[in-house]
């Protein structure tokens, strides 16, 4: 990855009638990082990444691909190539014709095409299938296919809409570990739209989230889960309880709160959300929580609550506990090291936080 | 779970008293007598055999090959275009225009018929195969939008988008992506419309002047009851065709329904 801008977008909204589907967005990628646009469907991802790729124009604002300003120039002009969701295979023409099919738009001769096809097809582990028909191809070939036939451009940009959404979970889990190193052996800018935060945090270099066409924040995947910059973003990234505190004192980078349960506490200042009053939010990760019989030694923040639920995962046990003062029970999450399942529905039980792992949301937004 | 009894006979009994009247027509085509009337007199393939010598038929026959062929690729290209507006995109009049299109299937054909030969006569087109040309073309478009319809619904859009991001132009694409795609719905358009003109009489009735098709020269000679045994014959051809070609083309209209993955 290098410092320099690959895509900038300068203020691009678009509008379809009344509807605001992007609303000023401004957003500067990195040459050779892989960048995933995340957020609930219906956020405006799909629209930007289409406005990138010349499909969509904006109704106001700059597309601007490798310092070239992209207004009025259409898809099959601009140096992005697109994995499509449904992956638009063409049924009509067998794998090596449908890698092959941009190249024929170049004027290259034939016996470049060749080579250059099955580069591209052994790059995706499809080597040797090019007289294989399209519609013989089972959900992974056909990812991989449509992978091959914008990579084999040599595109400055890869735009990908939601292309691991139509295979299922191994194989969706398989492909993100391939895309990431072929993304890294080649060094080409990856432009991912998903709806999917661990294919996201999986994946991604950074990540930018969007709610409502806005693009709410921008940064690596464990800043984005550590300091979030506001309650809907923590929410829609991993799992999260949200608490109530009051805000004591303010010194440096930090703050001194106390809450209803945890007693007080000084944590880090979160330089990503607004901090007006003393009434603020905190957040805790399930995973951050120690759960035991006893109250736990060495913790910051102890509290002691009643098992109101255990959900079984697998990989690691969820424990809802009620703590007196909080509204909802605080979900607290335990790797599941030995096979057991240590307390149950109506055990007492207490819960154990270290600061650095409270979150400051900044003012308190909820209503709860 | 069963059937209500007698329900398959009922059902037995509509497809007899749909399809009987139809298969008259050849049963007594094979007649040896000159009457149409029971009981069959002998076997024969004469009436078969002496259509190929009639000159005034063989005319008649191309002249139909003309104009099916005419009304079927101006129908065929004009529903092309048209079924791609309406399935892909949204415009004002949309609905509008998209049962403007289908109305010629309901409008009576005698109306249609004697509109446009006002109209043609007062634009300087006399009655001719022409004229029974663009009647035709009229009536096959419903037909060829529908068939083109199915095509293009089953046609995923992003097709022509990744043509377009991989370098096509409009052209280029449409020819080689979408051209290729609803080709099998094409030949069904082209069949099933002339299928429709082939078989049509009322227009052609009205618009071909001195220059019958085929229906209509059978309807002239249905007067002669010493020629009836031939246009039994005749018309028995004409029904064989119709099949076959209806037949070929559902199969090229469920190809394409299929060929999208």
Known sequence: ?368 | MTRPSGLALYAFLYLVFLYLPVLFLPLFSFNSGTIVAFPIKGWTLEWYRQLGGQETLIQALVNSLLVGLVAALLATSMGLFAARAYVRYRFRGKEASEGLVMLPLVIPGIIVASSMLVLFISIGIKPSLTAVMLGHTFLALPFSVSIMKSAFDDFDASLEEAAFDLGSGVVETFRRVTLPIVAPGIVASLLVTFTVSFDEFVLAFFLSGNQPTLPVYIWSQIRFPAKLPNTLALGSLLLLASVALLVVAEYFRRRSAKSTI
């Open chain 1, 1 to 368: 990855m290098t410092e320099k801008n690959i895509i900038r977008l300068q203020g691009i909204e678009k509008r379809f009638g009344q509807f605001v589907a992007v609303s000023n967005l401004d957003l500067d990628l990195r040459e050779g990082e892989f960048f995933s646009l995340l957020g609930p469907s219906g956020c405006g991802k799909t629209t930007a990444l289409r406005m990138i790729a010349g499909f969509q124009e904006p109704t106001a604002g700059k597309v601007i691909i490798d310092g070239q300003d992209m207004e009025g120039i259409p898809a099959n002009k601009r140096p992005t190539n697109m994995v499509f969701q449904s992956y638009a295979i063409f049924p009509h023409l067998n794998v090596g014709n449908n890698v092959a099919y941009g190249l024929r738009n170049r004027g290259i001769s034939k016996s470049e095409i060749d080579t250059r096809v099955s580069e591209a097809l052994e790059m995706v582990e499809l080597g040797g299938l090019q007289s294989r028909g399209a519609t013989e191809l089972s959900g992974g070939q056909r990812q991989r296919v449509a992978l091959a036939r914008a990579l084999v451009m040599r595109p400055k940009v890869l735009l990908l809409d939601e292309p691991l959404s139509a295979l299922d979970k191994k194989l969706r889990e398989q492909m993100q570990f391939e895309m990431r190193h072929l993304q890294q052996e080649l060094g080409i800018t990856f432009v991912m739209v998903t709806h999917d935060q661990y294919e996201a945090m999986t994946m991604s270099d950074r990540i930018g989230v969007m709610f409502e066409g806005r693009l709410v924040q921008v940064d690596a995947p464990p800043t984005l889960y550590a300091k979030p910059c506001n309650r809907e973003i923590a929410s829609f990234i991993g799992e999260m309880n949200f608490l109530p505190a009051e805000l004591t004192a303010e010194k440096g980078d930090t703050l001194t709160i106390s809450t209803p349960c945890f007693c007080a506490m000084t944590i880090e200042k979160n330089p990503n959300v607004e901090q007006t009053g003393r009434a603020i939010e905190i957040g805790i990760r399930p995973e951050q929580l120690e759960i035991s019989a006893q109250e736990p030694d060495g913790y910051d923040g102890t509290v002691q609550g009643t098992v109101r639920d255990v959900a079984f995962y697998g990989e690691n046990v969820h424990y809802h506990v009620q703590v007196d003062g909080v509204a909802r029970p605080i979900s607290a999450s335990v790797p599941n090291y030995f096979h057991t399942v240590d307390y149950r529905p109506g055990d007492a039980v207490w819960l154990g936080v270290q600061s650095a792992s409270v979150i400051d949301l900044g003012q308190n937004q909820s209503n709860t």
